[in-house]
């Protein structure tokens, strides 16, 4: 599977992104796909993840309720839908995927990763 994030940019503090991740591959649907951002001198950390089937999400708690991740597998993509931003959002953001059925937070169990895209939030 080859993951291809898009849609970061620059957006002042309460605005929203769409970021998307297209996939190749046609085992797409058997992946569970997450998302993890890196902000500048911090370590890679957990975002989202979504199930195979789009049915369960789970996310971490400083984006809890402002974030929102949600997948298509007629078009192997999976979406992160960013609002509310704040300054401490600005991250590269990269999407993965996991064979693990159920939620992984674990960036070592994820197989792929996309290239990411940077998020800037100025406030």
């Known amino acids: 599977v080859q993951l291809q994030a898009c849609g970061g940019g620059l957006v002042q503090a309460g605005g929203f992104l769409r970021l998307s991740c297209a996939a190749s591959g046609r085992t797409f649907s058997r992946y569970g796909m997450g998302w993890f951002r890196q902000a500048p001198g911090k370590e890679r950390e957990f975002v989202a993840v979504i199930t195979w089937s789009g049915f369960s999400t789970y996310y971490a708690d400083p984006v809890k309720g402002r974030f929102t991740i949600s997948r298509d597998n007629a078009k192997n993509t999976v979406y992160l839908q960013v609002n509310t931003l704040k300054s401490e959002d600005t991250a590269v953001y990269y999407c993965?995927?996991?064979?693990?059925?159920?939620?992984?937070?674990?960036?070592?169990?994820?197989?792929?990763w996309g290239q990411g895209t940077l998020v800037t939030v100025s406030s």
């Open positions: 993965a995927a996991t064979p693990r059925a159920g939620f992984t937070t674990r960036g070592d169990e994820y197989d792929y």
